[in-house]
């Protein structure tokens, strides 16, 4: 276990349907990240949230959209999806500052099908 | 673009025998990390190799870096079947964002 925990495993859902991905870190980072991974594609960097704040969208759609509460929680509310937005979804936190904050720690991933 | 891009796609091996793979990149970076990802699971990050570092070694990873080639590989020594994974290079420009190459998919045969 990375001490970064990802709720639900697996999620499938309708276009029409609302649905949210929870992050949990247990390891005191301060930052949080969400990757998407396709099949046959690198992965890649959505947000990147620092103390709670977002510092980073990789030009990600509005129907995406994430949020922060603590430096402990993330979520990624999902709604309008398309099919082409199935994918592995990943959290990942680190350090925010210090020498090892470009290490970082990933959850095992919801998968996200989209019908 | 900084994309790292891992050589080969994938790799099959014998147990006990020694796998390389290699990463390319292209821009300059603060540091370059090894991540493995189990079928359907999260990365695990396995090594980083900061950009005035040559050799790094953990265990049974021996990872380079040259960065006038703009190049990197891993090296698992003495494999095992639970060694079979995907392996991904990701390289740090900076500003947190880590930039996965599309990952060397390695198979142990007992």
């Known amino acids: 276990e990375t001490g970064v925990t990802q709720t639900p495993r697996h999620l499938v859902m309708g276009m029409t349907n609302k649905k949210s991905l929870k992050c949990e870190q247990h390891?005191?980072?301060?930052?949080m990240y969400w990757y998407k991974q396709s099949a046959k594609k690198p992965l890649e960097l959505m947000f990147v949230?620092?103390?709670?704040?977002?510092?980073e969208n990789n030009s990600v759609p509005s129907r995406f959209s994430p949020e922060c509460p603590n430096s402990s929680h993330l979520f990624l509310h999902l709604h309008t999806l398309q099919p082409e937005d199935s994918a592995l979804y990943l959290c990942?936190?680190?350090?925010?500052?210090?020498?090892?904050?470009?290490?970082?720690?990933f959850g095992p991933g919801t998968r996200l099908t989209v019908l | 673009s900084q994309q790292g891009e891992e050589d080969p796609q994938a790799l099959s091996i014998q147990e006990g025998e020694n796998a390389t793979m290699n990463c390319s990149y292209k821009t300059s970076i603060n540091n370059l990390q090894w991540y493995r990802q189990n079928s359907g699971r999260g990365l695990v990050h396995l090594i980083l190799i900061r950009s005035n570092e040559r050799e790094k070694h953990s265990g049974r990873l021996r990872v380079t870096l040259d960065t006038s080639k703009k190049s990197s590989s891993l090296l698992i020594t003495a494999s095992r079947a639970a060694d079979t994974a995907s392996y991904f290079c990701a390289t740090d420009g900076g500003a947190q964002k880590l930039v996965f190459g599309q990952g060397t998919r390695l198979t142990i045969n007992p």
């Open positions: 390891l005191g980072h301060n930052a």
């Open positions: 990942a936190s680190s350090q925010a500052r210090g020498g090892n904050r470009n290490e970082q720690f």
């Open positions: 949230y620092n103390f709670k704040e977002q510092t």
